[in-house]
């Protein structure tokens, strides 16, 4: 049973905007208290991008993107989304969102569900 799943990935030229999403099933949605979205580019290690505690809403963000990228959700639509502004070609990547219950959202990619990812590029 598919748990995650992300959708809105694209291509963009640098400086633009995309906006990512991801659809939990209701189950983990109201279990998990720690969304994440995490990157990887080819040749690189799995990133933390962004994290949000989903019952206080507080969030956490990698300083590669801090200022820039937003992390939110959206209780109706069991959806979590990261809006990306100022896109920069590092920016390029498969992003992902998973879903865990843990004490700190921003320690370590040990979750236990993962969505398939959704490619973004951004072009110079």
């Known amino acids: 049973q598919v748990q995650l799943v992300e959708s809105g990935g694209g291509s963009v030229q640098s400086g633009g905007s995309l906006r990512v999403s991801c659809a939990a099933s209701p189950y983990i949605y109201s279990s998990r208290n720690c969304l994440g979205w995490f990157r990887q580019a080819p040749g690189k290690e799995r990133e933390g991008v962004a994290f949000?505690?989903?019952?206080?809403?507080?969030?956490v963000y990698a300083d590669s993107v801090k200022g820039r990228f937003t992390i939110s959700q959206d209780d109706a639509k069991n959806t979590a989304y990261l809006q990306m502004n100022t896109l920069k070609p590092e920016d390029t990547a498969m992003y992902y969102c998973?879903?865990?219950?843990?004490?700190?959202?921003?320690?370590?990619?040990?979750?236990?569900?993962w969505g398939q990812g959704t490619q973004v590029t951004v072009s110079a």
């Open positions: 949000i505690y989903t019952g206080g809403r507080a969030t």
């Open positions: 998973a879903a865990d219950d843990r004490e700190y959202c921003s320690g370590g990619d040990g979750y236990n569900y």
